[in-house]
């Protein structure tokens, strides 16, 4: 092999790896740049949906989680709870809304009948945090009062005493399956 030949080699080499090196400096420098244009995991968790397991809550039981830096109570109502909170007269309510509205069905494989209700939990008066009312073996229609300002409101969130005018406000929701609530949207 001639020396010319030799160069050329080398030549071609020295291009190759001055290219390949080229490339990878590039992509370190934009990888970085278009990695910091995505949210963070934290603002991802802000807004996004929340799946929740709701196969171990029983009828009469509540838990609060929170979505987007707020609490939400889910409940799973009992056949009386239901039953008090359909029949309940509209004069009773400062912000009518029929129960059939406001409860939720699991799904095919779980309740055939709508027995779930998902609220906000803070009061619509001030934001507070109502806390659960234990039926007294009669009233199944007691559900929350604020202890700051008195508001009372149903199983269902629907608000029946106080300075609250409004009821619990309702969360995007819906029932991926029998098991899995998700509160939030897509």
């Known amino acids: 092999m001639s020396s010319t030949e030799n160069v050329a080699t080398r030549r071609d080499f020295l291009y190759l790896a001055t290219g390949a090196a080229a490339v990878v400096a590039v992509g370190g420098v934009a990888w970085p740049l278009v ?11 802000a807004g996004a949906p929340v799946e929740i397991d709701v196969s171990s809550i029983e009828p009469g039981m509540m ?13 799973h109502l009992t056949e009386d709870e239901i039953a008090a909170a359909t029949d309940a007269d509209e004069g009773l309510f400062r912000d009518y809304q029929a129960a059939a509205e406001r ?10 009948g709508k027995s ?7 009061c619509t008066h001030l934001g507070c945090v109502p806390s659960k009312v234990e039926p007294d073996g009669e009233n199944f229609l007691d559900g929350w009062i604020c202890p700051c300002h008195g508001s009372k409101f149903d199983v269902t969130g629907r608000v029946t005493k ?19 609530l998700v509160i ?3």
């Open 162 to 180: 106080g300075p609250a005018a409004e009821n619990l406000p309702l969360p995007p929701f819906n029932f991926a399956s029998a098991e899995a």
């Open 63 to 75: 838990i609060t989680v929170v979505w987007r830096g707020k609490p939400y109570f889910i409940r």
């Open 35 to 45: 990695a910091q244009m995505a949210p963070n995991d934290r603002e991802v968790a």
């Open 116 to 122: 779930w209700a998902v609220m906000g939990a803070n």
């Open 184 to 186: 939030g949207e897509a």
């Open 103 to 112: 409860l939720a069905a699991a799904g095919e494989s779980g309740d055939t």
